[in-house]
């Protein structure tokens, strides 16, 4: 995983270890389920088509040494 320097202080998702700025980590991205793009549609989720669903992914920060 390629990884940069920080620029602020995080925490690693995986082992809650802090990244302290300019230390070197990575970023991952994790699906948290699915979102309809049809939000505005007052349906029942049951009747809302299969192609309006997406892919709900955020990126999470990593040490490097998960990242390795």
């Avoid at 690693?12 to 270890?17: G, L, M, R």
């Avoid at 309809?36 to 920060?61: C, G, L, M, N, Y």
Wanted: aromatic fraction near 10%; hydrophobic fraction near 35%.
């Amino acid at each position: 995983m390629k990884t940069k320097r920080s620029m602020k202080e995080r925490e690693c998702t995986i082992c809650d270890a802090f990244i302290y700025r300019g230390d070197q980590y990575g970023q991952k991205s994790v699906s948290l389920g699915k979102q309809a793009s049809w939000s505005i549609d007052q349906r029942p989720v049951e009747k809302i088509p299969a192609f309006a669903w997406s892919d709900f992914r955020v990126k999470v920060d990593i040490c490097a040494r998960c990242a390795a």
